[in-house]
């Protein structure tokens, strides 16, 4: 069983709420910030860190907007993708040294009063990318010379806080959603006027956040899902699918295991070493290191240390675990032991 020790605590000069480290240089990463000026008026920056013996903002760069996520495009390490809280997406360009920014698109999705939640993208097709939004809808967009929007026509009744892809045989084209409505909806990809299935009997709050298997996490159970919630609990969800068959319309998942983290679970983040293992973002709870193994959720460890406040942000690679939380805008890095 690994082991979490704090090796560096600092502060983000804006309440951090998304944190990505760079994927082939664990010495950097990088903080979108979140800060409500007045009413609903917000304003995000990125800030870039360096970490090595010592914690060091290195730049910062003015977003507008405030910033909710931020995602490496897995083919293009050079280009990062932000989502903002006037319904706009930014790609920005990676300079050599991976300390400075330049914005190379900023697509309005969008009106300008919606919050987009989150983005993820697809693990194996290259520009597509899913976006979820505090109106409820959610979206697939198709990057490139034109941006396709395909938005889904089942919506959330409250936000949709999460979207992501599935990634093997019969969930290539499926994107599971979650909601404060607390639904979990499949959505087929070729067919956006009606979901697979939808459900809201998983969780007794709002669906956060959405975990399903991928090459390089989980791969032996390639038709689980793991979903979190308000509600403090993480579910472990069995898809009912044997390959190569699609999802079976109008029948949801089926749950395993009902695990009671402490903390809402906003974020789910896999292992660089494909071990199965987890980084929890347990919110008001700090943290949790969690493993997949036999196909059951095990609990390794709870780390909290200087968190205060909403624990948002973190990622980990093989080299720096590092974690954010919001309005006390504590970075704290990890070593794993």
């Given amino acids: 069983m690994s082991s979490v020790v704090r090796r560096l605590v ?13 994927p082939s240089d664990p010495t950097v990463f990088y903080i979108g910030t979140y800060k409500l000026v007045k009413d609903n008026e917000r304003y995000g920056t990125i800030e870039i860190w360096k970490c090595t013996k010592t914690l060091q903002k290195v730049n910062e760069i003015a977003a507008g907007s405030a910033i909710l996520d931020l995602k490496f495009d897995p083919f293009d390490e050079s280009r990062l993708i932000s989502v903002h809280s006037m319904g706009n997406l930014k790609i920005w360009k990676l300079t050599d040294d ?16 919606t919050l987009i939640t989150a983005a993820n993208f697809h693990p194996t097709r290259q520009n597509v990318l899913t976006l979820s939004t505090t ?8 990057l490139g ?9 089942t919506t959330h009744d409250l936000e949709c806080w999460f979207s992501t892809f599935g990634c093997f045989d019969g969930l290539q084209d499926v994107v599971f959603s979650g909601g404060d409505d607390r639904n979990l909806i499949a959505h087929d990809n070729r067919m956006a006027d009606f979901p697979v299935w939808k459900t809201d009997r998983l ?17 032996a159970h390639p038709y689980t899902v793991w979903t979190g919630s308000y509600d403090d609990h993480l579910n472990l969800l069995d898809l009912r699918v044997s390959p190569p068959s699609d999802l079976i319309p109008g029948v949801p998942p089926r749950v395993l ?13 896999p292992g660089p070493n494909n071990d199965g293992r987890v980084l ?37 690679t093989a080299g720096n675990m590092v974690t954010c939380s919001f309005y006390d805008q504590v970075i704290q890095v990890w070593d794993q032991q």
């Fill in 203 to 219: 969780h007794d709050a709002g669906i956060v956040s959405v975990l399903p298997a991928t090459p390089s996490w989980n791969s």
């Fill in 10 to 22: 600092d502060k983000a000069s804006l309440p951090p709420c998304a944190l990505r480290i760079h």
């Fill in 145 to 153: 010379e034109k941006i396709n929007q395909r938005d889904f026509d």
């Fill in 280 to 316: 929890c973002c347990a919110m008001y709870a700090g943290c949790r290191m969690l493993k997949s193994a036999d196909d059951t959720i095990i609990v390794e460890q709870e780390f909290k240390d200087d968190h205060d406040s909403m624990v948002y942000g973190g990622d980990w």
């Fill in 257 to 269: 295991q009902r695990e009671n983290l402490g903390g809402g679970v906003w974020r789910l983040i």
């Fill in 98 to 113: 991976n300390l400075h920014l330049r914005e190379t698109l900023n697509y309005q999705a969008y009106e300008e009063i």
């Fill in 135 to 142: 109106t409820g809808v959610c979206s697939v967009l198709t």
